[in-house]
T-cell receptor, first 111, second 109 residues
Framework: EAQVTQNPRYLITVTGKKLTVTCSQNMNHEYMSWYRQDPGLGLRQIYYSMNVEVTDKGDVPEGYKVSRKEKRNFPLILESPSPNQTSLYFC??????????FGEGSWLTVV | SQQGEEDPQALSIQEGENATMNCSYKTSINNLQWYRQNSGRGLVHLILIRSNEREKHSGRLRVTLDTSKKSSSLLITASRAADTASYFCATRTGNQFYFGTGTSLTVIP
């Protein structure tokens, strides 16, 4: 089954404790991206990647890092999480840069 | 921000009625897409309309695009309770995607 898988789905962490949200897709898509969704603000793109070893900043990259060492994986790293990074995070991928396939989301709470 | 905006923010209709939601965006685009999100779940792609197209249909969905006004509308005909969800427009500019703030649709059985 074609899918984008992200883990963990739910996480409560403390300020400053580094965490990684993993993302994997099995569709051989070149384009992958991360979004955060906040009430009243819709989805905002954090980072995107056009292919292996190619990453670019989206609208809200501050406080986040990504890497794209393999085509299927695109982890999101929060080096020092802060409460304003409490959000619902989505990983997504696309074959042609048009239709986007989303993961089920990761609820992150930073206390 | 290049984010789009949907209008209305919330819409409540009876089953069988049509639902129309609008999207406005700010910059020139390659295409515009509409997505659906059930509460707390991932978004699901519904339909894409290219910048040189004016109207597109897919099943009960009809999308229009007016690039001169930088706006789009999504019409869902003969709505069903299962259509209850949030709907987002998304525009592509270069390699970036910009999502609107969404319209929350409730279809009352």
């Amino acid at each position: 089954e074609a899918q984008v898988t992200q883990n963990p789905r739910y996480l409560i962490t403390v300020t400053g404790k580094k965490l990684t949200v993993t993302c994997s897709q099995n569709m051989n898509h070149e384009y992958m991206s991360w979004y955060r969704q906040d009430p009243g603000l819709g989805l905002r793109q954090i980072y995107y990647s056009m292919n292996v070893e190619v990453t670019d900043k989206g609208d809200v990259p501050e406080g986040y890092k990504v890497s794209r060492k393999e085509k299927r994986n695109f982890p999101l790293i929060l080096e020092s999480p802060s409460p304003n990074q409490t959000s619902l995070y989505f990983c997504a991928s696309s074959f042609d840069g048009n239709t986007i396939y989303f993961g089920e989301g990761s609820w992150l709470t930073v206390v | 921000s290049q984010q789009g905006e949907e209008d209305p923010q919330a819409l409540s209709i009876q089953e069988g009625e049509n639902a129309t939601m609008n999207c406005s965006y700010k910059t020139s685009i390659n295409n515009l897409q509409w997505y659906r999100q059930n509460s707390g779940r991932g978004l699901v792609h519904l339909i894409l309309i290219r910048s040189n197209e004016r109207e597109k249909h897919s099943g009960r969905l009809r999308v229009t695009l007016d690039t001169s006004k930088k706006s789009s509308s999504l019409l869902i005909t003969a709505s069903r309770a299962a259509d209850t969800a949030s709907y987002f427009c998304a525009t592509r500019t270069g390699n970036q995607f910009y999502f609107g703030t969404g319209t929350s649709l409730t279809v009352i059985p």
